[in-house]
């Protein structure tokens, strides 16, 4: 804490009083101006001087009500200007500052020789109000303007304080110095006024704010003491004199003036500045085993609360700096926050430990035992406990302590616990967010423009991670606004590279523009920073999600080229052969990854490397290399992140090749040793059924897709979907198997109808409702020849509008409802009923087999062709089947050989009814 601030505790708790005396007592009851030829009555004097000794003894609403009873009974009084001042000065003695303005100003007219003292107390309601500018103003014009004022003096006086205020010392030095000035006038007419002493040491303390300090201390030594008559000028002489020589350097003899300090302690406040000077004065002289306890000294209760938090901020301070961090952690811990609960500065103690606790977490070399219990009960703290204890501190500051002036850096200290914390198993959500709250406040609120940047880039990094890029772009910009050479420097480059990477994120050409705008700044304005590195590599990178690998591989060949030694070459090499990979020239891509791995040797990006190698060696066509290369990877780094992806590389390859054992095994290994990969895991599990179900293993398979719908409950909704669709299969399948088992059938209806919801957009929903007009065509079949149901199904899917659902869904749609009118044409019904049946079968086939000739699922089209071509068969009608092949064979030209045989057929039938 500055001395300066102790100047202010002894102005507040000293001077105001008596000034106050002086303020609304001195000139006694009338002023001398007051009295004209005729003197005020008894009566009229006697009701004044009653009203003022209620003002003299500080009874200021009474002395307010006795004198507007005297201005309302004697309204021709030659007392009412004296009346009306004594008025004002009890209503700001009430803190009635603006009521107090309002009379003086509306009666100011009538003041007659009193006008000097009506600006006076005007200034001081002002200043009262905190308008020192105007206060200023009036205690100068009194100055000036009314030289046989009694109040000149103090006025000329209270102008100087009220620029000490603002911090103006020039100022303040050229008002008390000025020769022939108000003040230097008027303090040599009353040299020995209280007011030329309190002048003369404020221009001292002036000078010691300005450095002028051989002239400032001849000043403070040449005021007579004989002018010093009240204990506080003395002291403050004393006060001046050891500031000044300890700020020459001279801090032996500041010490030694010191001990006369406390002879001439007038009262606590005196106490406390002068221990805390003496204080201060032992560590400049490296002494600060002895200013600590000489601080200690400065905590008795009897002492105003800000001389205990002052001397409690030096005792923390110290406490910290002379010792190691445990001890220091302990000492806090039972010497302040337990044995002196009640004492002012415990908020400072709790952010110090918390701060301690922090500083080890992020330090775990550093750790060494320390106790959050009583003494003696030591115990070794982990780093998650080390974090708890932190935040424990700075959340009881913020808790019990909201004006505490260390609050925002509890907000900032805390921010961090919480950022830390999403590294560990809470929910990262939740802890990104509390430190997003913390970091604004601490933005806000915090007095230092360092910390406030910190406070603001942290604030930025959690929007950044929860993707508010928007308002993280705004915060990293409001950081960079910042000039003050102790933010430029250390945090701007990392401000520009995380704008850069916030601006690619937006995803705009107008943020990738902006990034390269930021990278470019580092590159010129920090040239040996990580930063440019990095940003360069970002930007790389951005032209690689984009697609542009050879703008991407020419930035990374730039990075090499202008920073060679660069501690990024492995990852940007590594990026370097990736470009070469995506843009498909594998060779090129191979030579690249087998470099890196002849010049990185056990470098931690090895695994990444040989996972690309093998993977680009499969796209190469070189199919062993890589799935020994996946295989070995496998073993060799079974816990690294991309483990499961080459397991499920070598499952895809062993699936493709119809190995559905081989395939099988691999899936189950990734979901069971992986379980952390996410969807992929998910997906491993739904391939290890359909890898049983093509082995024909259907009690394997059914285990698997059970697994997922009924207890992997994260699993993505579509996937669980699929694996009711697959069991509706399996039960159908069983079914078809043994026909009179309609409990599988109502199994395969009830999986399927899990996935109904969603239709038309929900494709999954669209293939569920055609499932369901399979099973229940096939319950039809076997139960109740009623296909109400089935029908529906199929309908429904027909209904969709054109384009909403896919060909194939609406093809087999079509082609279940043709089978179905074939199926009820078969059922005893009248010939005319028969035929609108066989031409509604006829109808749907050639939906699927005319509607589009440009998109059409080639299966569902020779369903249909030849379900069509044989109803028109049966009709002899061999014209049409004829026509119907044909359409078909120019659909799919694969199909030749069956269908040319068909057309020859039937054209053989045309000719030989012809010739009957």
């Known amino acids: 804490m500055q001395t300066r601030e102790f100047i202010g505790l002894i102005k507040r708790t000293v001077v105001p009083g008596l000034v106050l005396a002086a303020m609304l007592v001195g000139g006694g009851a009338f002023s001398p101006s007051a009295f004209g030829e005729e003197p005020p009555s008894a009566p009229e004097k006697l009701a004044y001087e009653a009203a003022f000794l209620r003002f003299q003894d500080g009874l200021y609403p009474l002395a307010e009500r006795e004198f507007g009873d005297f201005l309302g009974k004697y309204t021709n009084s030659i007392l009412r200007p004296n009346a009306i001042l004594y008025v004002a000065r009890a209503r700001l003695g009430q803190s009635k500052v603006n009521d107090a303005i309002e009379l003086l100003q509306k009666s100011a007219a009538g003041a007659g020789g009193l006008r000097s003292e009506y600006l006076f107390w005007t200034a001081k309601a002002r200043l009262a109000a905190g308008d020192t500018a105007s206060a200023a103003d009036g205690f100068a014009t009194v100055a000036r303007d009314f030289p046989s004022s009694p109040v000149r003096l103090e006025a000329a006086y209270d102008e100087a304080e009220v620029h000490s205020r603002t911090g103006d010392w020039p100022g303040v030095i050229r008002l008390l110095q000025q020769t022939n000035g108000p003040f230097e006038l008027a303090a040599a007419q009353d040299a020995k006024s209280e007011f030329a002493a309190r002048g003369w040491l404020l221009l001292g303390e002036a000078l010691l704010h300005e450095n002028r ?238 910390e406030r940047a910190v406070a603001r880039l942290k604030l930025a990094d959690t929007q950044f991670l929860t993707k508010d890029y928007v308002n993280a772009i705004l915060n990293y910009r409001l950081v960079l606004t910042n000039t003050m050479p102790e933010v430029t420097n250390s945090v701007f480059d990392l401000a520009l590279y995380q704008l850069a990477e916030a601006d690619l994120r937006r995803g705009d050409e107008a943020g990738a523009r902006e990034a390269g705008e930021a990278v470019e700044k580092i590159l010129r304005w920090y040239p040996g920073s990580y930063f440019g590195d990095s940003g360069s590599l970002l930007m790389g990178e951005d032209s690689m999600r984009k697609y ?102 070598v499952a895809d390859y062993y699936y493709n090749q119809s190995d559905w054992s081989q395939a099988e095994k691999n899936y189950q290994e990734l979901f069971q040793r992986h379980p952390d990969a996410g969807d992929l895991a998910f997906q491993a599990r739904f391939w290890a059924g359909k890898s049983a179900l093509a082995n024909q293993e259907t009690k394997d398979a059914t285990d698997y897709f059970n697994k997922l719908v009924e207890y992997d409950t994260n699993a993505p909704a579509a996937l669980v979907a699929r694996s009711y669709l697959a069991l509706g299969d399996i039960y159908f399948q069983q079914f078809q198997a043994s026909q009179t088992n309609l409990e599988v059938l109502s199994a395969a209806i009830a999986a399927a109808s899990r996935c109904t919801n969603g239709a038309p957009t929900n494709a999954i929903a669209v293939e569920a409702l055609g499932r369901l007009g399979d099973y229940h065509k096939g319950w039809a079949d076997k139960s109740t020849n009623t296909y109400k149901y089935a029908r529906q199904m199929y309908e429904t899917i027909t209904n969709f509008p054109a384009g909403s659902i896919s060909v194939s869904a609406r093809s087999q749609a079509e082609f279940g409802l043709g089978v179905i009118a074939e199926k009820e044409q078969k059922l005893p019904l009248p010939p005319e009923q028969k035929e609108q049946k066989l031409q509604l079968a006829l109808s749907h086939y050639c939906n699927v087999i005319y509607n589009d000739p440009a998109d059409f699922d080639p299966y569902w089209l020779e369903q249909a062709g030849v379900a069509a071509a044989q109803i028109y068969e049966d009709q002899q009608d061999w014209k049409d089947a004829i026509s119907v092949y044909q359409r078909v064979l120019r659909y799919l030209p694969a199909l030749r050989p069956l269908l040319e045989k068909k057309i020859a057929a039937a054209e053989a039938r045309s000719r030989d009814a012809a010739k009957k």
Request: with cysteine.
């Open 548 to 649: 542009d690998y050879t703008n991407a591989c020419g930035v990374f060949t730039s990075l090499l080229a202008r920073s060679p030694q660069t501690p990024l070459r492995p990852e940007v090499e590594l990026a370097i052969a990736q470009t070469y990979d995506y843009r498909g020239q594998t060779n090129e891509a191979i030579t690249h990854y087998k470099d890196w791995l002849t010049h990185h040797t056990g470098d931690v990006l090895m695994p990444d490397v040989q996972f690309h190698l093998a993977l680009t060696e499969g796209k190469a066509g070189l199919t062993n290399e890589a799935l020994m290369g996946l295989t070995n990877f496998v073993l060799r780094f079974p816990t690294n992140r991309l483990a499961s992806w080459a397991l499920n590389w």
């Open 213 to 450: 300090l051989d002239e400032g201390e001849k000043r403070i030594l040449g005021l007579d003491p004989v002018i010093l008559t009240l204990d506080d000028l003395r002291w403050r002489r004393q006060y001046l004199l050891c500031r000044f020589r300890l700020a020459a350097g001279r801090g032996q003899a500041a010490l030694d003036a010191s001990t006369n300090l406390f002879a001439l302690d007038s009262d606590a406040p005196h106490r406390a500045a002068s221990v805390f000077l003496q204080g201060q004065i032992l560590e400049k002289l490296d002494r600060a085993a002895e200013a600590l306890t000489v601080y200690g000294s400065n905590l008795a209760e009897t002492l105003p609360p800000e001389a205990q938090q002052q001397a409690m901020e030096r005792i923390i301070y110290l406490t910290v700096a002379l010792n190691p961090w445990p001890q220091a952690a302990r000492a806090l811990e039972t010497n302040i926050v337990q044995r002196q609960p009640l004492a002012p500065g415990q908020d400072l103690a709790r952010v110090s430990l918390g701060e301690l606790y922090l500083k080890a977490f992020t330090s775990p070399g550093g750790l060494g035992t320390v106790s959050n219990a009583p003494a003696g009960a030591e115990t070794n703290l982990t780093g998650t406990n080390l974090l708890a204890g932190a935040l424990t501190n700075f959340t009881l500051v913020i808790s019990n302590f909201p004006h505490s002036s260390v609050l925002a850096e509890a907000h900032l200290d805390r921010g961090w616990c919480e950022w830390f914390s999403t590294n560990m198993p809470a929910a990262i959500s939740n802890n990104l967010a509390a430190a997003k709250a913390d970091f604004e406040d601490a933005a806000i609120h915090l007095p230092l423009p360092r």
